[in-house]
């Protein structure tokens, strides 16, 4: 009998069962339940529909609320979610709450989930939110849902799922420091196509996955959704260890789950790093892709840097050593994944300087931890794309109106491409900085 995928394993264990096969639909426990302002009120709703007014959330312990996307704005639709939000924090007396306006506001859900210590190795989370899939970095079953699978998941820390069969991603070598994260994945999802993974989990193996930092295994995993990934996943090893501990202040016990050494794979593709060059998504799909080569002196309107593929403080560290002395061209706007990141941007230095003090002399903007533009919002939203320009940003889509308004052009790209891109105004390769 063959053995099983890391993310059959997790399964099977929540399912309290010796093994599971992909396509096996199973009843899973949950240990983790995400939601945000954009669908916290819709999933409430879902529960108290089908619980009662009086219910109660299976585990409040297990529950997770993170106002996150429509933040800073004066629409009135967007703030009352957010008092949704605290009206059934109260009645429910949630714990793990992080309200805008109060020193818990942390930003960005799936981020804020990591630096939180609510990722662990070997757990199944689920988030409303697509993006949710960034958390199997850790080595756990995570994956977006729903508001009406999310408000069963509410009323009974249970969901049917079915088991999605595995393909594997290893990556050789090493990375440049011209290379990113986001370069890896946008290659594989050009490659694999927007439908590439359609329910099927992508395991991200190898030398060169197992020499980057959480956060950069975050992106990877992040984007898995926009090859149509149920799952991405990465087994953990020291690096997640050392992250994983060191932030767990909840002193939660948990248990490593490693896939079986003679486990089948539906499909594998190998990467030499050696051999990859900086990438972009043209508009208007992420599996659009190019090599930053191919589309050198292409006129910019805007630069953007942020959200949860590509606002963490190692995006900022990239963007900064391109930018450090240097001017943009073009409008640039910076935004940190978490009020974390943001307190780091004016502690961590480079060249003497903050690296804030790198963003602004550079002539760029700061706005505060939020999503932001990355998923257009009301008007008056941070950095939204209000016309139909030309940007190139670190977010994970660039679907018609995906920033705003619906004529615009997003290319995605790493914080290095980008960075590179916004001091000359047209899209530049970042190796011209790595002479
Ligand atoms: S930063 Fe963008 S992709 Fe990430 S959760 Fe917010 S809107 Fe979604």
Not at 21 to 50: S, Y
Not at 335 to 352: F, H, Q, R
Not at 376 to 390: K, V, W
């Amino acid at each position: 009998m063959a053995g099983m995928t890391l993310t059959e394993k997790i399964l099977a264990k929540h399912a309290q069962r010796d093994r599971v096969a992909p396509g096996e639909n199973i009843w899973v426990d949950v240990d983790v339940l995400m939601t945000h302002d954009v669908c916290g009120p819709g999933t409430i709703g879902v529960f108290h529909k089908q619980f009662g007014k009086n219910a109660k959330v299976w585990d409040r312990d297990k529950v997770v609320i993170i106002p996150d996307h429509y933040i800073f704005t004066a629409d009135a639709m967007a703030n009352r979610n957010v008092d949704v939000l605290r009206a059934f924090v109260k009645e429910q007396n949630l714990p793990h709450f992080y309200d805008v306006g109060t020193d818990r506001y942390k930003g960005v859900c799936h981020i804020a989930l990591a630096e939180e210590g609510h990722t662990r190795p070997g757990e199944v989370l689920l988030g409303t939110d697509s993006h949710t899939c960034n958390a199997g970095a850790f080595g756990e079953f995570a994956t977006g849902i729903g508001n009406t699978d999310a408000g069963f998941v509410m009323g009974t820390g249970k969901l049917w799922l079915k088991t999605p069969p595995t393909m594997r991603f290893v990556f050789h070598g090493e990375l440049p420091p011209w290379l990113m994260a986001k370069d890896m994945i946008l290659s594989v999802i050009g490659d694999i196509g927007c439908d590439g993974a359609t329910y099927k989990a992508m395991e991200f193996d190898g030398p060169g996955v197992y020499s980057l930092n959480m956060e950069e295994r975050m992106t990877l995993c992040n984007m898995v959704i926009e090859a149509g990934g149920k799952n991405g996943v990465i087994a953990p090893d020291q690096v997640t260890l050392d992250y994983v501990n060191a932030r767990n202040k909840l002193g939660k016990k948990y248990e490593v789950v490693k896939g079986d050494p003679d486990a089948t794979f539906e499909f594998e593709k190998v990467y030499d790093l050696a051999k990859l060059k900086p990438v972009i998504a043209k508009p208007h799909s992420p599996d659009n892709k190019a090599f930053v080569d191919e589309l050198v002196g292409m006129r910019l309107d805007r630069a953007y840097i942020g959200s949860c593929t590509g606002g963490k403080i190692t995006d900022f560290r990239a963007a900064a050593k391109i930018l450090n002395g240097n001017t943009v061209k073009i409008d640039t706007f910076i935004v940190p994944a978490t009020t974390e990141i943001a307190k780091n941007l004016k502690t961590e230095t480079l060249d003497g300087k903050t690296l804030e003090q790198v963003f602004l002399n550079a002539g760029a903007k700061i706005g505060e931890a939020s999503c932001a533009a990355c998923l257009g919002g009301p008007a008056d939203t941070f950095g939204r794309l209000n016309s139909a320009i030309r940007c190139i940003s670190t977010t994970n889509r660039n679907f018609p109106g995906r920033m705003g308004n619906k004529e615009a052009e997003v290319f995605l790209a790493s914080p290095l491409t980008v960075a590179a891109s916004a001091l000359n105004g047209f899209i530049t390769d970042p190796r011209e900085y790595f002479a």
